[in-house]
């Protein structure tokens, strides 16, 4: 009987390894294939979508800034009628209640306010619902 004679298997070159390593990444990248058969028209397309997006998403942030403005704006109007409604309450507590009058009108002004009170908490309410809107 005649024995086979072993073969041999040489290492690869660098070179060699280097092109099989590129042939590999060529041909799993998920890309391969999209990217080279792009044309200039689709390109530009491309780039014009950004570009609109971009634009869009600017467009969005200025309209984001204006209604910040605008609640920073509400939240000082509502500063202002809180002061109004403690000047008023500070004013009622050193009124001197003298006759029963006196007293009917202290009341009738102690609910004024607490109605003004109400409706600066709707305010608050309302500024607090937008506010986690944004």
Request: with cysteine.
């Given at each position: 009987?005649?024995?086979?004679?072993k073969?041999?298997?040489?290492?690869?070159?660098?070179?060699?390894?280097?092109?099989?390593?590129?042939?590999?990444?060529?041909?799993?990248?998920p890309?391969?294939?999209?990217?080279?058969?792009?044309?200039?028209?689709?390109?530009?397309?491309?780039?014009?979508?950004?570009?609109?997006?971009?634009?869009?998403?600017?467009?969005?942030?200025?309209?984001?800034?204006?209604?910040?403005?605008?609640?920073?704006?509400n939240?000082?109007?509502?500063?202002q009628?809180?002061?109004?409604?403690?000047t008023?309450l500070?004013?009622?507590?050193?009124l001197?209640?003298?006759?029963?009058?006196?007293?009917?009108?202290?009341?009738?002004?102690?609910?004024?306010?607490c109605?003004?009170?109400?409706?600066?908490h709707?305010?608050?309410?309302?500024?607090?619902?937008?506010?986690?809107?944004?």
């Open positions: 009987m005649m024995c086979r004679k073969r041999v298997r040489h290492k690869a070159t660098t070179a060699q390894r280097a092109v099989r390593c590129s042939n590999r990444t060529r041909h799993t990248t890309t391969h294939g999209i990217i080279e058969t792009l044309d200039m028209a689709s390109t530009q397309a491309i780039l014009n979508a950004i570009d609109g997006l971009r634009r869009e998403i600017n467009g969005l942030r200025r309209e984001i800034d204006g209604l910040r403005r605008e609640m920073h704006q939240i000082s109007g509502l500063r009628d809180i002061d109004g409604v403690d008023r500070g004013a009622v507590a050193l001197q209640v003298g006759s029963k009058a006196d007293r009917e009108s202290l009341h009738d002004d102690v609910a004024e306010i109605g003004e009170l109400h409706h600066v709707e305010k608050i309410d309302a500024v607090a619902a937008q506010h986690a809107v944004l």
